[in-house]
């Protein structure tokens, strides 16, 4: 069975601070897809990335990166110079296949002071 | 704009009273998804449909019923044989791998 920890369940930084968050994972399969989404307090989901587990290069997209380790089942998410309106909940969610069989953590509140 | 609407954002209800909350997208999804969110806990999947009459049960189905007779809409019934349907409820669609979700509902049992 698949399964997805985010054992951060409550970050605060300071405005300018980097903040790395954490998502670990298991699946047998071999093929799986990894997600992280935010949720602002609106509470719409918002999608930020997708990666494939074929595909270990990091990702960089302005302040965010994400750092996908097959060899630690890991795929974390690190904001650089965190502001204010990234205080969210952030998901990572893993999916083995098509559409309907997405594995969601718990998810990380990220709070970032002024 | 293109994209997932999700009706009432708040809605309160007496227990035994079955509710509907209502889905549209405009996106020309075919698959879409409902999940329960309770505070401190992931996304659970309530049902989904990937095509239109046709749905599936996900993980947590039990007390609550759905229908596909449109391809935009996806209403989901929290019918009283849901023991404790207070929690946020997300609707989404999909293309592929990715899903868009909606704004939500709150549902409050009083």
């Known amino acids: 069975a698949q399964k997805v920890t985010q054992a951060q369940t409550e970050i605060s930084v300071v405005e300018k601070e980097d903040v790395t968050l954490d998502c670990v994972y298991e699946?047998?399969?071999?093929?799986?897809?990894l997600f992280w989404y935010k949720q602002p307090p609106s509470g719409e989901l918002v999608f930020l990335i997708r990666?494939?587990?074929?595909?270990?290069q990091n990702e960089i997209s302005g302040r965010y990166s994400w750092n996908f380790q097959k060899s630690t089942s890991s795929f974390n998410f690190t904001i650089t110079a965190s502001q204010v309106v990234d205080s969210a909940v952030y998901f990572c969610?893993?999916?083995?296949?098509?559409?309907?069989?997405?594995?969601f953590g718990a998810g990380t509140r990220l709070t970032v002071k002024p | 704009d293109g994209g997932i609407t999700q009706s009432p954002k708040y809605l309160f209800r007496k227990e035994g009273q079955n509710v509907t909350l209502s889905c549209e997208q405009n996106l020309n999804h075919d698959a879409m998804y409902w999940y329960r969110q309770d505070p401190g806990q992931g996304l659970r999947l309530i049902y989904y449909?990937?095509?239109?009459?046709?749905?599936q049960k996900g993980d947590i189905a039990e007390g609550y019923s759905v229908s596909r007779e449109k391809k935009e809409s996806f209403p989901l019934t929290v019918t009283s044989a849901q023991k404790n349907p207070t929690a946020f409820y997300l609707c989404a669609s999909s293309e592929g791998l990715v899903k868009f979700f909606g704004p939500g509902t709150r549902l409050t049992v009083l």
């Open positions: 699946t047998r399969d071999t093929t799986y897809y």
């Open positions: 969610a893993l999916s083995e296949e098509v559409d309907n069989d997405m594995r």
């Open positions: 449909s990937q095509i239109v009459n046709d749905f």
């Open positions: 990666r494939n587990s074929f595909d270990e």
